[in-house]
């Protein structure tokens, strides 16, 4: 890297408009066009509220972003996170755009994360790349076996720094501007399926003090019940607490979430959920969080119970968006034919990809 080039830690500002911001814009800007650019869709975009709300909120994960600049200006990024109760890995976010590769500054970012993740004393970091829906020319299969992803400069540049492509998956899309008659009738014999031992049971955050921590439970199995590969995974502890925090900066983000659940009758607990949350602008892309069967509950038609449940709801909540879009594993054909009955098509993919530090 040359003189002309700075890394330096980036200062979060107090509020995404205020006047000691514009670096913070500059790298929401950057991380939308590295994002657009990768996948080949904007649908996975963030607004400066919502990233800002995540970023200050240093209860649950605590992130720092390292930025390049050249002449004052922007010109690479890099963000290290780390959970606070799960202790293995950190995770990072390379943000450079093509014009600006090959300059050493995704070098000299690469670097500098890995060496933040030792000084944290983690013994492992994680990063996910973006991909467009059709690859062309070489492709990488990941050690599952399960799905492909295009041979880019960011693919090789993890390749030879130590890292192994774990997974890859899919992000789909569902119209939400279409026809809802087939989530209907997926929904009606799903909820036949589930018998009477199922009870649904539907919010937008906050969620209801009685249901925080059957909730709670059930978020803490996300890191335990999806097939992650190889990926070295802590178990995650949430109470109702933990909750309460995370929707808080949903909130503070402008952020809406509704949840469609599956409530166990005979033990009261939570057996299923769907999250579906949009920003401030009820015309923009709806994202699906977590979908979760819990395992010990599965082969009772719950996924599409609650999937099929949430999307009728969200009908209500934001009318105007135009879709859906998630993620899920190649591998996890139990949720990926859930989604492909009911109208997801496929529009990007991304890959994870590990490196353990000795």
């Known amino acids: 890297m040359n003189d002309t080039l700075q890394l330096e830690q980036l200062a979060l500002p107090a509020t995404p408009d205020s006047d000691d911001a514009s670096d913070f814009r500059a790298l929401v800007e950057l991380n939308n066009t590295v994002c657009r650019n990768d996948a080949g869709t904007d649908d996975l975009a963030q607004t400066p509220a919502e990233l800002l709300a995540g970023l200050r909120d240093t209860a649950d994960a605590v992130q720092r972003i390292f930025i390049i600049r050249e002449a004052g200006a922007l010109v690479g990024a890099i963000t290290v996170g780390h959970a606070t109760a799960e202790p293995t890995s950190s995770q990072i976010d390379l943000m450079v755009l093509p014009e600006n590769w090959g300059r050493g500054i995704e070098d000299a970012l690469l670097a500098r994360a890995e060496e933040e993740t030792r000084i944290l004393g983690r013994k492992v970091m994680q990063t996910w790349t973006l991909h467009p829906g059709h690859a062309e020319g070489p492709t990488i299969t990941p050690a599952t076996g399960w799905g492909v992803v295009a041979d880019t400069a960011l693919s090789r540049l993890l390749s030879n720094s130590g890292f192994t492509l774990e997974q890859v998956e899919r992000n789909s899309a569902f119209d939400l501007q279409g026809s809802m008659n087939g989530v209907r009738t997926a929904f009606e014999a799903s909820r036949v399926a589930a018998g009477s031992d199922y009870r649904l049971v539907e919010w937008t955050i906050p969620t209801p003090p009685e249901l925080k921590e059957g909730y709670a439970w059930a978020l803490s199995r996300m890191s335990t019940d999806v097939p992650a590969g190889a990926l070295e995974i802590d178990e995650e502890i949430w109470d109702a607490a933990r909750v309460e925090r995370r929707e808080a900066r949903l909130i503070e983000g402008g952020q809406t979430m509704s949840v469609a659940a599956a409530l166990h009758v005979p033990t009261g607990r939570l057996a299923a959920f769907n999250e579906l949350v949009i920003d401030a602008d009820r015309t923009a892309v ?32 934001a009318p105007d968006s135009p879709r859906v879009s998630t993620f899920n594993a190649e591998e996890n054909r139990r949720m990926l034919d859930i989604n492909e009955q009911i109208g997801f098509t496929p529009v990007s993919y991304a890959g994870a990809w590990q490196k353990k530090l000795v």
Do not use: P
């Not at 979760?292 to 969200?314: D, F, I, P, T, Y």
């Open 286 to 317: 709806t994202h699906q969080y977590c979908t979760l069967v819990l395992q010990e509950h599965r082969g009772h038609s719950l996924g599409m119970l609650v999937k099929c449940a949430n999307l009728l709801r969200w009908r209500d909540v």
